[in-house]
């Protein structure tokens, strides 16, 4: 077994259908019959079958690629997708993805529960998130952990061999998960484990080099952190954690 098999399968494709009163999340091309169920009101996560819902499932539709999570602004709770993505090449037969297009979609269907002040703040709250999900450089994978180097997955392995076999989002190395805290209500919840998919903010290059007629691949991964991230006028040296600002592995 390769050391970056992913023993827990992650759902590669979603549709989502919004309705009333809940968000459901349903696997494309799976054998799976579990649909991911989240509530517009309370924001309650349940993981349900397919066929006890499918009378319910009547509402607008939509594929997309990956579930970020979900954040909360003055207006109430968001959810935030990733709607497309392109394949930028495979490393040991496991793709990998750079986001190209996302959604922040409401819970509510209106704004009308805001003063006018709030309602301008949160305006400009969606306006920052969009600036920063605008921003190339979004990868992930369904099978490849893009969070870890491949010498630090072997040395914990060597140190507990079920790593492997624990969650894809929950095994993750934090510091690059960027999507972290947008998915802290989903990660609590273990059964939901196939629909978390970590997202990393970096660069990646996959190319086929050949050198003195021997041909290999190259990969150059390089990850950013989110702990202490921001411009350098207002974020530099390191805090008493010892997080240094914008660190890049």
């Known amino acids: 077994m390769h050391h970056q098999s ?3 399968e992650t759902h590669t494709r979603l549709q989502l259908i919004s309705t009333e009163q809940k968000f459901y ?24 079958g397919k066929s006890s819902i499918v009378s319910q499932l009547v509402g607008d539709k939509r594929n997309i690629c990956v ?17 497309n993505h392109r394949e930028v090449g495979s490393i040991d037969g496991h793709r990998v993805f750079e986001m190209t297009g996302y959604d922040i979609i409401p819970f509510m269907k209106s704004t009308l529960h805001l003063a006018q002040s709030q309602e ?3 305006r400009v ?12 450089g979004f990868y ?7 969070t870890h180097t491949r010498q630090r997955i072997k040395n914990m392995i060597n140190q507990n061999p079920n790593f492997v076999f624990q969650p894809f989002f929950s095994r993750a190395d934090e510091r690059f998960v960027l999507n972290s805290h947008l998915l802290t209500d989903f990660a609590v919840q273990p059964e939901l484990k196939r629909f978390l998919i970590p997202l990393m ?12 007629g021997k041909t290999f691949q190259f990969v150059l991964i390089s990850r950013r952190t989110w702990y202490r991230a921001g411009v350098r006028y207002f974020m530099r040296g390191i805090d008493n954690k010892g997080h240094a600002a914008n660190f890049v592995e």
């Open 120 to 122: 301008r703040d949160n």
């Open 140 to 146: 992930y994978s369904y099978t490849y952990d893009l």
């Open 125 to 136: 709250f969606l306006a920052m998130m969009n600036r920063v999900l605008d921003t190339p």
């Open 25 to 48: 999340l349903m696997p494309i091309g799976s054998q799976s019959d579990e649909v991911l169920e989240i509530d517009k009101l309370n924001c309650e996560l349940l993981l349900t």
């Open 67 to 83: 579930l970020l999570g979900i954040i909360r602004l003055l207006a109430g709770p968001y959810l935030v997708v990733g709607t």
């Open 6 to 8: 992913m023993e827990v």
């Open 201 to 212: 903010h970096g660069f990646i290059s996959i190319r086929t080099c050949t050198i003195n």
